[in-house]
Every structure is written in structure tokens, then in C-alpha cells.
């Protein structure tokens, strides 16, 4: 995955809000993956993934549809930005540890 910055935790937390709280980490992980996946098929092909995009999690959460921005006076809107970042840690847990895609 390409480097992580606020706007790609923002857009992912934004796709988060459109789904159901109880699918919300599904979602996280899947986002996270795709986002693997799309960074790994621009470093091999030298293009743009067609589905996921550019490898980065703001694009592939993009892809999805994204709730307006909200503050962070929104607990549900804390609680996914919160879902994001729990999902990286454990991403970047897991690569460390050799067991990430």
C-alpha cells in the first residue's frame, strides 16, 4: 500500500458511514486489501489498477460511495475513523509479522 496520510483515513472512514455498523470492519479490511492489491498490481504492470486504483486507501475507498465529511463532533464518525486506524495497525502488524497478502 502506498503511504498512509489523513485524507486516506478520512476517505476510508467517510466509505465506512455508508454501510451498517455491524459490517463496518468487514468493509475496513476489505479497503485495506484492495488497496494491497492495487499498490502491488501498479508496481508490477506500471498501471492503474481498474477496480482499486492507484494503490493508495483513499483510492480505493473512493471507489465506494463516501458519506459528506463529517467533524469530529460525530461520534459515529469517530467511531469508524477509529475502525480505520485499529485496521492498519493490524494490517501493518501482520506484514511485519509476514502474514499480510
Known amino acids: 500500500m502506498r503511504p498512509i496520510l489523513h485524507g486516506d483515513v478520512s476517505s476510508a ?13 468487514v468493509v475496513c479490511r476489505r479497503v485495506i486489501r484492495e488497496a494491497e492489491h492495487a499498490d502491488r498490481y501498479r508496481r508490477q ?7 482499486w486504483g492507484n494503490g493508495s486507501l483513499m483510492a480505493a475507498a473512493r471507489k465506494r460511495p463516501l458519506a459528506d465529511e463529517p ?13 480505520v486506524l485499529s485496521g492498519l495497525v493490524e494490517h501493518h502488524l501482520g506484514v511485519a509479522r509476514g502474514f499480510a497478502e
Open 13 to 25: 472512514a467517510r466509505a465506512l458511514l455508508m454501510v451498517t455498523p455491524d459490517a463496518r470492519e
Open 45 to 51: 504492470t506500471g498501471r492503474v489498477h481498474p477496480l
Open 71 to 83: 467533524g469530529f463532533d460525530d461520534p459515529d464518525y469517530c467511531r469508524c475513523f477509529e475502525i
